[in-house]
């Protein structure tokens, strides 16, 4: 189930909401709880039925390895049981994600004759086992043991982050769903989550939506782009991303809002960003703040030395870029990413300075370019587009009207407050919850077809 379709949105939504507070006010606190997991089940269900099974399966393996950690007090047991449980995970995530990948890599090195293409990608694998991932590391810590299964199960499987994040840690959610005064109705909550709900459906319908029949054909076109047009393509997409992904995270905010939880903030107006250490701080959160707890840490971080330094954070970005997908043009990006954190902690260890519009240009020019790499389907087509931006010979103002709209968006974004920094300013009166409403009442109007989130595809 999409958080932009009518059913979620008028009888998905709603009716959990209902039955989650109204056994709350009963005073049947498991059952509300045992009701959130059944409805994220269904919504999950919803998005690929076939994907439930191995949900189920890895939530009871993961449920068991940390149920063990608790019981054992020997070191290297627990120890032990922490290596096995995160290569389960890692071996379920390679299985289904990337058994492909590797087959016809093998394939075309080796000349065998490997074929996966019966396997099928279950919904939010990655996200799914990055989590347990986490909370199997929080338990070998000792921070998990107040926890059953319906409380870890819930942790999993809460619908308004479960497909597409954020990545939480427990601490971000149980003590929230512990603590007393969440359980019950709070209209301030439902009206501040209707309101930023309603501004992510806007920016994901109204705005993101329109920019894929354009991205669409430039990359089926990709050799035939003159100058102008690879630029608008590769803009419109920077921006069609850019709008999908904080549209979802807006949504999943005010799904979770109107439950009275807070999630992590997990976009912040990446691309005000003027260097990419700020770009990584502001985009995607959750899962930089992941990489660097669950890898960089662990492989050193910066405590051995410059040079380990600048090979750990090559090692998190190529990691994060294998993590979005199976396929070489996400490495590639991965890679870049990496390359440009060392360039800047280089830069940063010099001392070097540089003005904050001219760093904001150079950032900007930088992601736009490796975006590129991150919708291309083969690197072929990611290098075309990528040369069309300096193919000064095919340049005409013909199609200069194309770039209005990217660059008007661009400029939105880099000059104008957040849906973050707006929500901070609602309150329970009349005139936000009618404002979400008109967008909502809008979105109703004019949407004939429900598309996916671009995210959900990780």
């Known amino acids: 189930m999409l958080f932009n379709s009518l059913p979620f949105i008028f009888v998905f939504m709603p009716l959990t909401a209902i039955v989650y507070f109204l056994l709350n006010k009963r005073h049947l606190t498991v059952f509300a709880n045992i009701a959130l997991i059944i409805a994220s089940f269904i919504f999950y269900g919803l998005g690929d039925v076939h994907s439930v099974r191995v949900m189920l399966g890895s939530l009871l393996v993961n449920y068991a390895f940390t149920s063990q950690i608790n019981r ?82 819930l942790f999993i499987c809460f619908f308004p982050k479960l497909i597409s994040g954020p990545i939480t840690a427990h601490r971000d959610l149980m003590p929230q769903i512990k603590r007393a005064r969440n359980r019950f109705l709070n209209w301030e909550n439902v009206y501040k989550g209707l309101f930023i709900f309603s501004i992510g459906l806007f920016k994901k319908v109204m705005i993101a939506d329109k920019l894929v029949e354009t991205v669409g054909s430039g990359y089926g076109a990709y050799a035939k782009l003159s100058m102008v047009e690879a630029w608008a393509t590769s803009l419109c997409y920077t921006m069609q991303l850019y709008l999908d992904f904080s549209g979802y995270c807006d949504m999943a905010m005010g799904a979770a809002l109107i439950l009275n939880i807070r999630l992590p903030v997990n976009f912040n107006s990446p691309y005000k960003a003027c260097n990419i250490q700020d770009f990584w701080r502001r985009w995607h959160i959750t899962l930089s703040r992941w990489l660097m707890a669950y890898i960089y840490i662990p492989l050193g971080g910066n405590r051995k030395g410059l040079f380990r330094t600048y090979v750990n954070l090559f090692v998190v970005f190529l990691v994060g870029g294998f993590w979005h997908g199976a396929g070489w043009p996400f490495i590639v990006w991965g890679a870049l990413h990496g390359t440009a954190m060392v360039c800047h902690r280089f830069w940063m260890t010099r001392g070097f300075k540089m ?84 967008l909502t009442f809008g979105y109703v109007l004019v949407s004939h077809r429900v598309s996916e989130f671009i995210y959900a595809n990780f």
């Open 355 to 438: 003005p904050a519009w001219l760093g904001w240009i150079l950032t900007m020019f930088f992601v736009n370019i490796a975006w590129i790499f991150f919708r291309a389907t083969n690197i072929e087509t990611a290098w075309s587009v990528t040369q069309k931006l300096f193919d000064i010979a095919s340049f005409s103002t013909e199609h200069l009207p194309e770039l209005a709209a990217p660059v008007a968006l661009l400029a939105f974004a880099r000059l104008f407050p957040n849906s973050i920094e707006w929500l901070d300013k609602v309150d329970a009166r009349k005139r936000w919850g009618i404002f979400a409403a008109l």
């Open 72 to 153: 054992v007090r020997d070191p290297a047991e627990r120890k032990g049981l922490l290596i096995v449980g995160i290569v389960f995970n890692v071996a379920l995530l390679c299985y289904y994600k990337y058994a492909v990948f590797f087959a016809e890599n093998a394939n075309f090195l080796f000349g065998t004759h490997f074929d996966f293409s019966n396997i099928f990608l279950p919904l939010a694998i990655s996200f799914l086992t990055f989590q347990q991932i986490a909370y199997l590391v929080d338990t070998y810590r000792d921070e998990t043991k107040e926890y059953d299964f319906f409380d870890y199960a």
